[in-house]
T-cell receptor, first 116, second 111 residues
Framework: DAGVIQSPRHEVTEMGQEVTLRCKPI?????LFWYRQTMMRGLELLIY????????DSGMPEDRFSAKMPNASFSTLKIQPSEPRDSAVYFCASSLPGARGTDTQYFGPGTRLTVL | EDKVVQSPLSLVVHEGDTVTLNCSYE??????LLWYKQEKKAPTFLFML????IEKKSGRLSSILDKKELFSILNITATQTGDSAVYLCAVRRQGAQKLVFGQGTRLTINP
């Protein structure tokens, strides 16, 4: 099992540029989560999908952030335009179908984003 | 708003010591509490607790939940340098998939 795959692993960009982060969940998992981790705020949920449908995007900081899941094996998180305060590690996680509240989320290796 | 508070935020001990990490929470309609270990990259799952008083154990790690007092502890016995990591606690509501994480405890094991 390859686990959750994220790309790129590192991204350095300049303020104002568009950034696209990519995630491939574990095969067979029907839920996908995007998190952001910073020293100040810890690990925060941005958005999650069930069966490719966005369920809760209340954690998305502002309109500059958007996420899509066009199919069961791929999701993107886009930031346009990027700002220095977006610098963080962005994790994608996926989980198996099961009774809600008892599924375990498996995390990808993360993308470290630096916006100059 | 759901809230998770971990303590201590940082802990340094010697190899072989036993450590106890704490997690207290406030959540509406509690369903489960999860512990993760984060080394240099992704958090990896350790335990999920849903019932009070039932200890979950994996090797030198164990964890227990107290739903009355709203806290959980993670114990690590005979610590090794490989246990050095940030330990994260997260909670989830009934019928929900969203996890709310604490700030984590950074554990350092010195040889």
């Amino acid at each position: 099992d390859a686990g959750v795959i994220q790309s790129p692993r590192h991204e350095v960009t300049e303020m104002g540029q568009e950034v696209t982060l990519r995630c491939k969940p574990i095969s067979g998992h029907n839920s996908l989560f995007w998190y952001r981790q910073t020293m100040m705020r810890g690990l925060e949920l941005l958005i999650y999908f069930n069966n490719n449908v966005p369920i809760d995007d209340s954690g998305m900081p502002e309109d500059r952030f958007s996420a899509k899941m066009p199919n069961a094996s791929f999701s993107t998180l886009k930031i346009q335009p990027s700002e220095p305060r977006d610098s963080a590690v962005y994790f994608c996680a996926s989980s198996l179908p099961g009774a809600r509240g008892t599924d375990t989320q498996y995390f990808g290796p993360g993308t470290r984003l630096t916006v100059l | 708003e759901d809230k998770v508070v971990q303590s201590p935020l940082s802990l340094v001990v010697h190899e072989g010591d036993t450590v106890t990490l704490n997690c207290s929470y406030e959540v509406t309609n509690f369903r489960s509490l999860l512990w993760y270990k984060q080394e240099k990259k992704a958090p990896t799952f350790l335990f999920m607790l849903t019932s009070s008083g039932i200890e979950k154990k994996s090797g030198r790690l164990s964890s227990i939940l107290d739903k009355k007092e709203l806290f959980s502890i993670l114990n690590i016995t005979a610590t090794q340098t490989g246990d050095s990591a940030v330990y994260l606690c997260a909670v989830r509501r009934q019928g929900a998939q969203k996890l709310v994480f604490g700030q984590g405890t950074r554990l350092t094991i010195n040889p």
